[in-house]
């Protein structure tokens, strides 16, 4: 079992910047396969971004150029950097994590985007 636990969530105006982490309570370091969703009231949940491979790079077309998926295997967390935040970026965010033949998600992190 994996627990993923989120943080980095919170309020900010249009234009604003979050960090959001995923920490994973053991080792990811065998993990090809872990990304960042996101699910506005009333959509679908959608991929955001994800490592393919686990380390390339792949994002939403809606947010390339603004937001940054990445991982630190050391500390077992992979980690979103958002920049120029849109309220279009209003959703509850979560983490998900391939490993060893199981599906693991975060709890969820609400980003709120707002003036």
């Known amino acids: 079992q994996v627990r993923l636990v989120e943080r980095g969530g919170g309020s900010v105006q249009p234009g604003g910047s979050l960090r959001l982490s995923c920490a994973a309570s053991?080792?990811?370091?065998?993990?090809?396969?872990m990304g960042w969703y996101r699910q506005a009231p009333g959509k679908q949940r959608e991929l955001v971004a994800n490592?393919?491979?686990?380390?390339?790079?792949n994002y939403a077309d809606s947010v390339i150029g603004r937001f940054t998926i990445s991982r630190d295997n050391a500390k077992n967390t992979v980690f979103l950097q958002m920049n120029s935040l849109k309220p279009e970026d209003t959703a509850v965010y979560y983490c998900?994590?391939?490993?060893?033949?199981?599906?693991?998600w975060g709890q969820g992190t609400q980003v709120t985007v707002s003036s």
């Open positions: 998900n994590i391939f490993l060893q033949g199981t599906d693991y």
């Open positions: 490592l393919l491979g686990g380390v390339r790079p």
């Open positions: 053991r080792s990811i370091f065998s993990s090809n396969a």
